[in-house]
């Protein structure tokens, strides 16, 4: 199986309003730094966080999870993302726009989002446009 780095992505980030102390922030993904081409490709009509099909038990449960852990990392834009931005020190109501690219297997997917309130550390995911005849030629 062929494993796609995450050092190939072009990656682009503007905050508004510019700050002295602008947020620091790094590529993430679940996957660390490496990507399958196999498993965007299975996951692609996935949506992890969907209200589609719940019965009335299981939107009750869904609703109580939906309460937020004040030991989890908010997650913004995409919720079923996989390459996004991990920002640190991010100031009430900054408006984040995130790009994430790859040549070959990734167009320019692009989101924004703004901030309600200022968080030590925030993870932002783009909706993935991703190449998938590219990925489905990809062969180890």
Known sequence: MKILRLAALTFGLTLTPAAAGAPSFETWSYTGTDIYPSALIATATVDWHGEEGDSEEDAEEDA?????????????????????ARLFDVPEGAKIKVEVSSEGWMKPSRTEVTVDEAHDEIIIFPKGVFDFNALGKIRQ
């Not at 109580?64 to 996004?84: Q, R, T």
């Open 64 to 84: 109580d999870a939906d309460e937020p852990d004040p030991a989890e990392v908010p997650v913004l834009g995409d919720l079923n993302g996989w390459i996004g």
